[in-house]
């Protein structure tokens, strides 16, 4: 590509650096000759999918040639009764992430910006800075968002906040009154964005009530996930949940056939396995309690975090024990593009996972 075509990117695509994902399976396997490899670098569920969604994909082989529906109706509609509201006010997505960047492509464009705290998902800068905008990051407070402080960001080009609750790569969440605080404290033409990947992990009575915020506050969307709890990243779906105008607003600058029907049949057959949430959460909880002992143990510093996943610290320059992991067939993550170069991030998977991992990290401190 020519140079100068190069200068004509939007402002901001050449300052962004691309997203980097967990490193997958085959590549270790390949780089490093191993064949048992654990990977904990992408929040993924170490359970895998539910059982009632492996037996259905066996049946999903004979329509492969036909468009999915463009609106995924049977979808749409388990999404709405699980959230109490009609499915006007439900869009599914390839990934919650396609909903993060329809919310950003339908109100930010280069004389807008975005609002979020510092050490957040990353995608929010990623698909800000593609517009040719920017996004301002608050500080953290003890690593959580400080809601409290988001208003004075604002100003009259603001257009959108993300708020990850619970966040990634930090864990912690905020609670229902602090939302509500906020959403009171900023201009109802600011669309308020609250991404709740994580949000079947998280146990903790002051926890966002989703359906309340909803009924009380137009410029909200609330966007859930399927590649955490429910075990099916690989599919890409996801949905976000607002009023019926916003919904409609990005159902008009969607692809037409953006979810395709594997994922839109098996996303509702997860839907309907709540058992299969249920011991993941308890599985992850067990783990998680694990991870938090042993770290204590072995006086690591780490961060609270009511998700799927814990970031901790270490002494040794993380790239170095991040690699020695990875020649121990264990992929965990190095989160220093979230402005975190001394920490590490690890997902918790099965007993036997966990308990691997905490075995290497003692022979690598
Ligand atoms: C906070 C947060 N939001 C959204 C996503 C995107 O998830 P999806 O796979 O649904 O696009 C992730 C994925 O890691 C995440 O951590």
Redesign the pocket.
Same mark, same amino acid.
């Given at each position: 590509m020519s140079e100068k075509l190069l200068k004509n990117l939007n402002n901001g695509i050449n300052d962004l650096n691309p997203y980097k994902p967990g490193k997958p399976i085959s590549e270790v396997m390949k780089e490093y000759g191993l064949t048992d490899i654990i990977k904990l670098a992408? =929040?993924e569920n170490p359970l895998g999918a539910s059982k009632k969604v492996l037996s259905a994909l066996k049946g999903l082989d004979n329509e492969i040639h036909l468009y999915p529906d463009g609106s995924s109706v049977k979808l749409k509609t388990k999404i709405s009764e699980i959230e109490g509201v009609s499915s006007e006010h439900v869009i599914v997505g390839n990934?919650? =992430?396609?909903i993060?960047e329809l919310c950003a492509k339908a109100f930010i464009n280069s004389d807008k910006n975005a609002i979020a705290s510092r050490h957040s998902?990353a995608?929010y800068k990623l698909i800000t800075q593609s517009l040719g905008s920017y996004l301002k990051e608050v500080p953290t407070i003890d690593w959580s968002h400080d809601l409290q402080n988001f208003p004075k960001y604002v100003d009259k080009d603001t257009s959108i906040i993300f708020i $990850?609750n619970?966040?990634?790569p930090t864990g912690t969440y905020n609670n229902h009154d602090q939302v509500v605080n906020l959403l009171n404290n900023v201009s109802e033409d600011i669309l308020v964005v609250l991404?709740c $990947?994580?949000y079947e992990y998280v146990d903790k009575e002051d926890y966002v009530r989703t359906n309340e915020l909803l009924n009380e506050f137009n410029n909200l969307i609330i966007?859930k996930?399927?590649?955490?709890a429910h075990g099916l990243?690989s599919l890409?779906?996801?949905y976000g949940v607002a009023s019926k105008g916003i919904i409609a607003a990005l159902n008009k600058i969607r692809q037409p056939f953006n979810v395709n029907s594997i994922a839109q049949e098996l996303a509702y057959f997860s839907l309907c396995d709540k058992e299969h949430i249920s011991e993941s959460v308890r599985v992850n909880s067990l783990g998680m309690e694990f991870l938090e002992d042993e770290f204590s143990k072995l006086n690591i510093e780490y961060i609270d975090s009511v998700g799927n996943f814990i970031s901790f610290k270490t002494k040794r320059a993380t790239h170095e024990i991040y690699e020695d992991f990875l020649k121990n067939g264990i992929i965990i993550r190095p989160i220093e593009s979230y402005d975190m170069p001394n920490f590490l991030r690890v997902t918790i998977g099965t007993a036997t996972e966990n308990s691997a991992f905490i075995e290497t990290l003692e022979q690598l401190l």
């Amino acid at each position: 590509m020519s140079e100068k075509l190069l200068k004509n990117l939007n402002n901001g695509i050449n300052d962004l650096n691309p997203y980097k994902p967990g490193k997958p399976i085959s590549e270790v396997m390949k780089e490093y000759g191993l064949t048992d490899i654990i990977k904990l670098a992408s =929040n993924e569920n170490p359970l895998g999918a539910s059982k009632k969604v492996l037996s259905a994909l066996k049946g999903l082989d004979n329509e492969i040639h036909l468009y999915p529906d463009g609106s995924s109706v049977k979808l749409k509609t388990k999404i709405s009764e699980i959230e109490g509201v009609s499915s006007e006010h439900v869009i599914v997505g390839n990934g919650s =992430n396609e909903i993060l960047e329809l919310c950003a492509k339908a109100f930010i464009n280069s004389d807008k910006n975005a609002i979020a705290s510092r050490h957040s998902f990353a995608v929010y800068k990623l698909i800000t800075q593609s517009l040719g905008s920017y996004l301002k990051e608050v500080p953290t407070i003890d690593w959580s968002h400080d809601l409290q402080n988001f208003p004075k960001y604002v100003d009259k080009d603001t257009s959108i906040i993300f708020i $990850a609750n619970p966040n990634n790569p930090t864990g912690t969440y905020n609670n229902h009154d602090q939302v509500v605080n906020l959403l009171n404290n900023v201009s109802e033409d600011i669309l308020v964005v609250l991404d709740c $990947a994580y949000y079947e992990y998280v146990d903790k009575e002051d926890y966002v009530r989703t359906n309340e915020l909803l009924n009380e506050f137009n410029n909200l969307i609330i966007t859930k996930s399927f590649s955490k709890a429910h075990g099916l990243a690989s599919l890409r779906v996801g949905y976000g949940v607002a009023s019926k105008g916003i919904i409609a607003a990005l159902n008009k600058i969607r692809q037409p056939f953006n979810v395709n029907s594997i994922a839109q049949e098996l996303a509702y057959f997860s839907l309907c396995d709540k058992e299969h949430i249920s011991e993941s959460v308890r599985v992850n909880s067990l783990g998680m309690e694990f991870l938090e002992d042993e770290f204590s143990k072995l006086n690591i510093e780490y961060i609270d975090s009511v998700g799927n996943f814990i970031s901790f610290k270490t002494k040794r320059a993380t790239h170095e024990i991040y690699e020695d992991f990875l020649k121990n067939g264990i992929i965990i993550r190095p989160i220093e593009s979230y402005d975190m170069p001394n920490f590490l991030r690890v997902t918790i998977g099965t007993a036997t996972e966990n308990s691997a991992f905490i075995e290497t990290l003692e022979q690598l401190l």
